[in-house]
């Protein structure tokens, strides 16, 4: 009974059948962070699939869900078949258009009997490249025509992520620059080349703009030629202590100014559109003789020598040494008392005599040593010797209050300071020219921001 049991069991296990192995999928990872990128930049992470066992495995659906944004994308139409013992690889993209937080699940739907759905998670953030361009404006000063002149601007890149400078754009096309698309690592910096071409002596003015791709573009000042508005040490070449547009009729020149004294030098030293007056070189009253040539008075157009002699005016008409008629010229100056001489005693005191500091009045015209050094010309209490530095101008003097106008009003030998378009902290930028606190040459358009420090250090109206 026993025997025949045993051969009914062999029987029966002589026709077992052979079971499949199920299909089995292990997809990795299951969740990726892909880090912090830039915007507008790309990254990439690849999602692999390994056949562990069973038949081919055909991946029947890929969906991709942005849970914060649009960053994430792949190729939802993939047609992926994965052979036993092999990996395939699908890749996921990361392309920020926005700086932020972005999440999103990937879902692989396979033909698996066990684990026919696979779920990857998916986050990156995105951060903009911050941005610092120094200085806020450049003024070139003055150029001569057909010459040119360049200056430099420094763009630093205070992020933690690669920026893209990728053009500089100018509103004035006199205003240029060679400068190529180019990369800036995180805490880099570039130095551009900004040049300026003068066709003539114009104020010229424009923006340039660097498109620096997402991040927020750059806007840089540019002006040349611009006496009226900029920085007055720019423009007062030759440190006389006046500008060009203050009246300097030459401003490399600095013996050249209004105020100077003239002299017998064929230079128009004062400014004021004649040459040497007042001096015995130049023609005063227009007689067509000088007192080098022997006028022997210059305010008179009058007497010169061959004029015409009047025996009855007490003068010496024509230079000649001897008055005719009308009294007696004590002194010889060619004048007498009734012609005018307030001392016939001393041939130094007549009519169109040269007025020298001598608290007399030498050309008896009834005034004391006017014209000289000592004599306060311009009415504003101080005359030369005092400190006045253009007593022709009673706006100009030590007790003047100093105002934009591109003259040294005080006579301290500076022009403008304390005032919004002079450089009083001396670090290249006066407060028109964009120094939000000219008191301090640490802080500028062209100095660098420390971050966390509580203060606008570069003046671009950010606290960094």
Request: glycine share 12%; proline share 4%; with cysteine.
């Amino acid at each position: 009974m026993r025997f025949s049991l045993l051969l009914l069991l062999v029987g029966c296990g002589s026709q077992t059948s052979v079971t499949k192995t199920a299909k089995e999928l292990n997809v990795t990872p299951t969740f990726a962070d892909l880090g912090t990128v830039a915007v507008g930049d790309t990254v990439t992470e690849e999602i692999k699939l390994v056949h562990l066992k069973g038949e081919a495995i055909e991946v029947v659906d890929i969906r991709l869900q942005n849970i914060d944004g649009s960053a994430f994308s792949t190729d939802e139409s993939l047609q992926i078949t994965v052979e036993q013992n092999t990996t395939e690889v699908m890749t996921v993209s990361y392309s920020p258009t926005d700086a932020g937080f972005h999440r999103a699940r990937l879902t692989i739907s396979t033909d698996e009997e066990q684990t026919p759905v696979h779920e990857v998670d998916l986050r990156a953030g995105a951060i903009l490249p911050i941005a610092d361009v120094a200085p806020s404006l450049l003024d070139f000063g003055p150029v001569a025509a057909g010459s040119y002149a360049e200056q430099s601007l420094v763009l630093r890149n205070l992020g933690s992520v690669p920026m893209e400078l990728l053009s500089l754009s100018f509103s004035n096309p006199l205003f240029s620059s060679t400068q190529a698309a180019v990369s800036v690592a995180a805490g880099d910096s570039l130095d551009l080349s900004i040049r300026f071409d003068a066709t003539d002596d114009t104020r010229e003015i424009g923006t340039l703009l660097l498109d620096l791709g997402p991040t927020p573009v750059g806007v840089v000042s540019l002006r040349a030629n611009s006496c009226e508005d900029g920085d007055a040490g720019l423009y007062d070449q030759d440190g006389d202590g006046t500008t060009s547009c203050g009246g300097d009729c030459a401003d490399t020149e600095p013996e050249v100014h209004p105020g100077v004294a003239e002299t017998c030098d064929g230079v128009d030293s004062n400014c004021d559109g004649h040459v040497d007056e007042g001096t015995v070189c130049a023609d005063d009253d227009g007689d067509g003789q000088t007192e080098q040539q022997g006028d022997c008075n210059d305010a008179n157009a009058s007497i010169y020598p061959g004029a015409s002699e009047d025996l009855s005016n007490g003068i010496d008409d024509d230079c000649d040494g001897i008055t005719d008629g009308g009294g007696v010229d004590l002194d010889g100056d060619g004048y007498t008392t009734g012609a005018g001489d307030c001392d016939d005693n001393n041939a130094n005191y007549y009519p169109g005599a040269t007025e020298v500091p001598d608290a007399r009045d030498n050309n008896c015209d009834g005034r004391v040593d006017e014209g000289t050094s000592v004599y306060d010309d311009d009415g504003d209490g101080y005359n030369e010797r005092a400190g006045d530095c253009d007593d022709s101008n009673a706006a100009v003097s030590p007790a003047a209050a100093e105002v934009a106008d591109r003259l040294d009003n005080n006579c301290d030998g500076q022009v403008d300071e304390g005032t919004a378009v002079h450089d009083d902290d001396g670090d290249g930028f006066s407060e028109d020219g964009g120094d939000c606190d000219d008191a301090n040459a640490a802080i500028s358009p062209a100095a660098w921001d420390t971050l966390g420090d509580g203060i606008d250090g570069n003046c671009d109206g950010l606290v960094e």
